[in-house]
């Protein structure tokens, strides 16, 4: 990921989440369909999906986080290789924000980043989220 991506907050300066791109205060996310999938989306991320440098900001941000724990590389690594046939992580992290797989992406974040006790080697929320992996990518096969 772009180590220069620009942060254009979209946020007051005052607001407790100002340093974040992503508001951990939402514990969960739910949608159902396209436009559920962008005003999650947004709320998440405190921004118009279609700001393209802000979500480049957040894909840092959630990299720079994740970038040297197996327990994401290899999530992000499998996407990747599942669906590109590439070992490339950071292309592994984008699909995760994908309508297919944010949902069960975001609450494993989410757990990392606000969990002093979070395990950094194996993690329910993780097999969780491989499961949906293995889902998605054994529908694609047929």
């Given amino acids: 990921?772009?180590?220069?991506?620009?942060?254009?907050?979209?946020?007051?300066?005052?607001?407790?989440?100002y340093d974040f791109p992503i508001d951990f205060r939402i514990k969960s996310?739910?949608?159902?369909?396209?436009?559920?999938?962008?005003?999650i989306l947004e709320a998440?991320?405190?921004y118009n999906v279609d700001?393209?440098?802000?979500?480049?900001?957040v894909f840092d941000f959630v990299w720079e986080n994740t970038n040297d724990l197996p327990i994401f590389m290899d999530l992000y690594k499998s996407v990747a290789a599942g669906?590109?046939?590439?070992?490339?992580?950071?292309?592994?992290?984008?699909i995760l924000f994908s309508y297919d797989y944010l949902c069960d992406f975001y609450p494993l974040f989410r757990?990392?980043?606000?969990?002093?006790?979070?395990?950094?080697?194996?993690?329910?929320?993780?097999a969780k989220l491989k499961e949906a992996i293995d889902t998605h990518l054994n529908k694609s096969d047929r």
């Fill in 83 to 94: 669906y590109l046939l590439s070992e490339d992580a950071s292309l592994g992290l984008a």
């Fill in 1 to 17: 990921m772009s180590s220069e991506a620009p942060f254009l907050p979209t946020l007051p300066r005052e607001h407790p989440c």
């Fill in 111 to 126: 757990e990392y980043m606000t969990n002093l006790g979070f395990d950094e080697t194996t993690h329910p929320l993780q």
């Fill in 51 to 57: 700001n393209e440098p802000y979500m480049q900001y």
């Fill in 29 to 39: 996310i739910q949608y159902s369909n396209d436009m559920e999938y962008r005003t």
């Fill in 44 to 46: 998440l991320c405190f």
